[in-house]
């Protein structure tokens, strides 16, 4: 499939796509998407469409590591609100627009 796509005799279907860059680390796979959306772009519209491969994480703020520092109730709070980020992408959606909402500039 890789190689037919390279060669641009195979355009991958959502699925397939997934697939592959699940396997892929993510700074690779952010390029391979980026790469497929635009080839999927008409040519009339790449005036108005910039598709850029970066991802949404950003890095460059570390974890504080003095939660525990927080009284019981919101480190309690604060933790269940991350483990179910890392399950539910509605709830990642929900703490980005409370975190911009409060003044967060993501």
């Not at 460059?60 to 933790?79: G, H, I």
């Amino acid at each position: 499939m890789i190689s037919r796509y390279m060669m641009g005799a195979y355009r991958p279907d959502k699925e397939s796509l997934t697939k592959l860059c699940l396997g892929l680390p993510e700074h690779c796979a952010c390029k391979v998407v980026a790469a497929h959306l635009k080839d999927e772009t008409p040519e009339e519209m790449t005036k108005f469409i910039l598709v850029l491969a970066e991802s949404k994480v950003k890095e460059d703020e570390p974890v504080p590591s003095d939660l525990a520092n927080l009284n019981t109730r919101t480190r309690k709070a604060v933790l269940f609100l991350a483990r179910l980020a890392l399950k539910d992408s509605d709830a990642q959606d929900m703490l980005q627009s409370m975190a911009r909402y409060l003044g967060c500039k993501i």
